[in-house]
């Protein structure tokens, strides 16, 4: 089965700095690459996404690039602030298989220092 | 749009009595649905994949008896947890696939259980 490693674990920045998390995985059929964000005690929030067929993804602030070759894909957060601190999880799939289910990293603490 | 509930947000029972959380997809109907436990500072681990109007398809090492899924309609998922212990005390988690078939994951805010 799929199998997703995530780094750092902890990651702490000044407001106005860039945070990057990593990933790899592990089957190369997965095509499916999200990346959600969870606030203590809350439940997860979709904050972007990637498929295979595209190398880069940015939204605003957030970005996110995928290397098939290599297997891994990275969430870079731009201009950081406060409220960006929170536990980041990537996640990856293949949407034609076990309806989709994803695998989770072990998610990343960010925490953000005004 | 792809708003994702669940009920209620915090339970507190005793050990021995069954508790039943439910999941709905509030603006799009979600043929799969996912359940997820999460331990504290851990990932999110995956239960089992609920279908509507089928049997949910379970994890290994997850009990079936203990994790009781029902997939009755296409906007609602219960997940029951029956004659729970202290050690089935966590955060539960649902998920509903979005429409089409992008694979894309909406989440519920999740549901804190304690059993004493």
């Known amino acids: 089965g799929e199998n997703v490693e995530q780094h750092p674990s902890t990651l702490s920045v000044q407001e106005g700095d860039s945070a990057v998390i990593k990933c790899t995985y592990s089957d190369s059929a997965s095509n499916y690459f999200p990346w959600y964000k969870q606030e203590l005690g809350k439940g997860s929030q979709l904050i972007i996404d990637i498929r295979s067929n595209v190398g880069e993804k940015k939204d605003q602030r957030i970005a996110v690039t995928l290397n098939k070759t290599a297997k891994h894909f990275s969430l870079h957060i731009t201009e950081t602030q406060p409220e960006d601190s929170a536990v980041y999880f990537c996640a990856a799939s293949n949407t034609g298989t076990s309806y989709g289910k994803l695998t989770f990293g072990q998610g990343t603490i960010l925490t953000v220092h005004p | 749009g792809a708003v994702v509930s669940q009920h209620p947000s915090r339970v507190i029972c005793k050990s021995g009595t069954s508790v039943k959380i439910e999941c709905r997809s509030l603006d799009f109907q979600a043929t799969t649905m996912f359940w997820y436990r999460q331990f504290p500072k851990k990932s999110l681990m995956l239960m089992a994949t609920?279908?509507?109007?089928?049997?949910?398809?379970?994890e290994q090492g997850v009990e079936k008896d203990k994790f009781l899924i029902n997939h009755a309609s296409l906007t609602l998922s219960t997940l029951t947890v029956t004659s729970a212990h202290p050690e089935d005390s966590s955060f539960y988690i649902c998920?509903?696939?979005?429409?089409?078939?992008?694979?894309?994951?909406?989440f519920g805010p999740g549901t804190r259980l304690l059993v004493l």
């Open positions: 609920s279908n509507e109007g089928s049997k949910a398809t379970y």
């Open positions: 998920s509903a696939r979005g429409p089409g078939n992008q694979g894309t994951q909406y």
